[in-house]
């Protein structure tokens, strides 16, 4: 079985998503935590696994993967067994469209916000938030009539807009006018293998 090894920082969302699919699936793992507030993801030893220097990377033997999103994808792919990524060609076109918001408004908004006030980040923090509560309106609306966001059953679009959607509130982002979205956070956490982001 080759060694798997997952180089993380405590405060990332985006890593947080990899260790929550990571336990979903049962794998074992190394855990290597990268201090971000010393630089330890510049150093040259850092660079030669992931050149944008940030954290997630994942090391599965002597395949490296970096950026949470093809991690997440490779883990779904490689050992989900069809349970995280669908094969159905329209679910799994769902599943992108819920990475795009993740990505976007989720990550410059909701995480952006939070890390002006938590990082001392040099974001604009009304625009951040604005962002954030544009995709905490789409994801309000869709889970009106939806128990998850991409299919019938939770998926990694599920696991990719979990993390900064839960941190919402430390980006002073109140999460009181979207109550189908707090029904979601707590079905999500209510799933086999669902583990606290501070371990």
Known sequence: ??????????????????RLLLSM???DYQLVNIDLTNGENLTEEFITLNPRGQVPVYKDGEN????????LFYLAQKYGDGKWFPE????????MQWLAVSENELLY??????ATLLLDRPFNLAQCQTEGRSGLSIMEQHLTSNLWL???????ADIACYPYV???PMGEISL??????????????????WIAMQQ
């Open 88 to 95: 159905d060609v329209q679910e799994a076109a769902r599943v």
């Open 150 to 156: 991409a299919a019938d059953k939770p998926t990694i």
């Open 166 to 168: 839960l941190m919402a």
């Open 176 to 193: 009181d006018d979207y109550p189908n979205v707090q029904v979601w956070l707590e079905r999500f956490a209510a799933l086999p293998g």
């Open 64 to 71: 490296v993967i970096w950026d949470s999103m093809a991690i």
């Open 109 to 114: 908004g909701l995480a952006r916000a939070r």
């Open 1 to 18: 079985m080759s060694q798997r090894t997952l180089y993380s920082f405590p405060l990332s969302g985006n890593a947080y998503k990899i």
């Open 25 to 27: 699936l049962e794998l």
